[in-house]
């Protein structure tokens, strides 16, 4: 079965940081466009990241340009998302999802990983 | 404030037909496809309507996905009380190097 599985949400302070990981499991993650998508509680979806296939293209939200990077690991077919400088503002559960597509039509999301940035 | 503009509720009966509106601009409806996203309560979202009007396998035909110009609809027909949800539209954002954008989500009751 097709699967995409989020890892490494926690709690961490204001000015931390954080590396969500999301393993593929049945398909190639490198030859999709690859997002992560947040939502705060109680709030809508938000992007905050895409990479292209073969990683040659990567976009950010302003929300967290300068602060987050978007990498993967082809060996271990897995998407990462490091967060640096993290903010209150932060705190969301973080989705992985697949973009068959390239035009923001996702048709796989992952579980979602919480992160809570408090003192 | 979003990109995309939703309607922050909408409701129906079992078996009416409801609608959801997206507005957007020429730098995203305007320009590229949109795709429709169903969330459940505690759940991840799921993709219902991609490419503006296309259903992926294993979603019902009760759910159709329309564009014209700068919007988008979501059309819901033989409303059933498990379409109770919340619903998001997204598209490519050409500006500020290219970004997706998202509606603030409307939240579908059923009487």
């Known amino acids: 079965e097709v699967r995409l599985a989020e890892s490494g949400g926690g709690l961490v302070k204001p000015g931390g940081s954080l590396r969500l990981s999301c393993a593929a499991s049945e398909f190639t993650f490198s030859s999709y466009s690859m997002n992560w998508v947040r939502q705060a509680p109680g709030k809508g979806l938000e992007w905050v990241s895409s990479i292209s296939d073969g990683g040659n293209h990567i976009f950010y939200a302003d929300s967290v340009k300068g602060r987050f990077t978007i990498s993967g690991d082809k060996a271990k077919n897995s998407l990462y998302l490091q967060m640096n400088s993290l903010r209150a503002e932060d705190t969301a559960v973080y989705y992985c999802a697949r973009d068959p597509y390239d035009t923001a039509g996702m048709d796989v999301w992952g579980q979602g990983t919480t992160v809570t940035v408090s003192s | 404030q979003s990109v995309l503009t939703q309607p922050p509720s909408a409701s129906g009966t079992p078996g009416q037909r409801v609608s959801i509106s997206c507005s957007g601009s020429?730098?995203?409806?305007?320009?590229?496809?949109v795709n429709w996203y169903q969330q459940l309560p505690g759940t991840a979202p799921k993709l219902l309507i991609y490419s503006n009007n296309q259903r992926p396998s294993g979603v019902p035909d009760r759910f159709s996905g329309s564009k014209s110009g700068t919007s988008a609809s979501l059309a819901i027909s033989g409303l059933q009380s498990d379409d109770e949800a919340d619903y998001y539209c997204a598209a490519w954002d050409d500006t500020l190097n290219g970004r997706v954008v998202f509606g603030g989500g409307t939240k579908l009751t059923v009487l």
């Open positions: 020429s730098s995203n409806i305007g320009g590229n496809t």
